[in-house]
């Protein structure tokens, strides 16, 4: 059969789905179900980790478990077997599911983009710690009596050392940068599992003693008292790739003007009060802008074929928004922006930057972007030079709002102020397009019936 599946006496392998965008393995992070377990059509088997997000993977077959293929810690490459599945005994399937849906010979999963082709053997990374549940305390009498038959450890041994229970990899890097040691948290989540807020009152605690634990991967040179050591591995590698590349190839400029945003925050104020079950951001607003900008700059909604020797303008807006998350700089893509109302821009924004935060977009939605939006004001900074994001061509940045003394009708006034900048790839354009989009997109945030008027 084609797709992801290969039949052996009536057993099903499902193999590792092509993940998207380019990535061609993924890590085992927790299984979700065991060997002899039934499962459904499209039911979560396995979350996995890429190098851009934290995946639930859905089985498109239903039966029972058979073979587990790879365990926590395991990489897997795509298009090697992941879970094997067996009809139930006599060949009967769950109620009300087939074993597999028609339009899954051609495709994936619910979630994931098509099956994986490639092959390979799979590699190891650092073994994750096993997890184990700390057994129950027996309460023992005076004599030491009621401990369970065979639990407790002889006489002068120490006892079996107990690892931490930690199931999201977010914990784990979180305690890892900090230096916390995973053995000393007591976990809050349900069977007493690590949750991010442990590890936050881990650093809180005043006894608390942060010591950095060196990692074998990191190298050989010598740490100093104190040092933390992060390893340059998955979404941090990513952005440090991107960004490296961003700066080898693209010739970038910025330029940048001081603009008053009372009238626009007027003007967001107006539209919430005329539609309060649908309110739109500021950041909706710029977004807003940036679209109308780009209709008019074309040339800055592109980017640049190396190997082809062209420019590539994009027929769509596809609007790229920085968003900090615990596991770094991310930029979520809203396509085709150009086709979304303003309350739809306000909606998209608000939902795809909270999944973002949450781990929970798939990857397609973090790549593919043409323009890339991003708001450093949340930081409390006025300016930036920020890097692009490669292979985009240009990127505007906002500062801070805040009130500065401004010149209106030759009277000085207290006005809300903010910093906008443009950084762009000086081969496709001159500073005389650059300077015309920055330009406009400043004095529709001034004058917002400029922009009205646009659209």
């Not at 995946?55 to 990489?75: F, K, N, S, W």
């Not at 099956?115 to 190891?124: K, S, W």
């Not at 104020?269 to 780009?294: E, F, M, Q």
Request: charged share 20%.
């Amino acid at each position: 059969m084609g797709g992801g599946m290969t039949t052996v006496e009536r057993t099903q392998v499902f193999l590792l789905p092509d993940l998207g965008e380019g990535l061609s393995e993924a890590e085992i992070v927790e299984w979700r179900v065991a060997v002899g377990d039934v499962v459904t059509v499209d039911q979560s088997v396995v979350e996995v980790e890429t190098a851009k997000a934290v995946i639930d993977v859905p089985c498109p077959y239903a039966g029972r478990v058979v073979t587990l293929h790879g365990a926590a810690g395991e990489v897997r490459p795509v298009g090697q077997p992941l879970i094997t599945i067996a009809p139930l005994d006599g060949g009967d399937e769950p109620a009300g599911h087939a074993t597999y849906r028609e339009e899954e010979r051609a495709g994936s999963g619910n979630v994931l983009i098509g099956y994986g082709t490639g092959h390979g053997t799979a590699t190891r990374r650092r073994r994750r710690p096993r997890l184990a549940v700390a057994p129950e305390p027996v309460d023992a009498g005076p004599s030491g009596a009621g401990a369970a038959s065979g639990a407790a450890a002889p006489s002068g041994d120490p006892a079996p050392p107990v690892t931490a229970l930690v199931i999201s990899p977010i914990v784990r890097r979180l305690a890892r940068e900090h230096g916390v040691d995973l053995d000393t948290v007591r976990g809050t989540g349900p069977g007493g599992v690590i949750r991010r807020a442990d590890v936050e009152a881990a650093l809180t605690a005043p006894a608390a003693r942060l010591a950095a634990v060196p990692d074998p991967q990191v190298g050989s040179a010598p740490v100093g008292d104190g040092d933390v050591i992060v390893a340059l591995t998955g979404v941090r590698k990513v952005i440090a790739d991107k960004l490296s590349r961003s700066r080898r190839e693209i010739p970038e400029v910025t330029i940048w003007v001081d603009v008053d945003a009372t009238g626009l925050l007027e003007t967001r104020a107006a539209i919430n009060a005329a539609t309060p079950d649908a309110p739109v951001s500021i950041l909706a607003l710029l977004a807003r802008i940036c679209l109308s900008g780009l209709r008019r700059f074309p040339q800055l909604n592109a980017r640049v074929d190396t190997e082809a020797q062209r420019i590539v303008q994009s027929a769509g807006v596809h609007l790229g928004i920085a968003a900090q998350t615990d596991r770094g700089l991310l930029v979520p893509v809203l396509r085709d922006a150009q086709r979304l109302t303003t309350a739809e821009l306000a909606a998209e924004l608000a939902s795809t930057t909270a999944a973002a935060r949450a781990g929970s977009l798939p990857p397609a939605r973090l790549t593919g972007g043409t323009f890339t939006l991003n708001n450093y004001g949340v930081f409390g900074v006025d300016g930036s030079t920020p890097i692009i994001n490669h292979p985009e061509a240009a990127l505007l940045g906002v500062g801070r709002i805040v009130d500065k003394p401004w010149v209106v009708d030759g009277q000085l006034a207290v006005r809300k102020v903010t910093q906008l900048s443009l950084t762009f790839d000086h081969r496709v354009c001159d500073g005389g397009v650059a300077g015309g989009f920055l330009r406009h997109v400043a004095d529709c945030v001034e004058r917002p019936a400029l922009l009205i008027a646009a659209v």
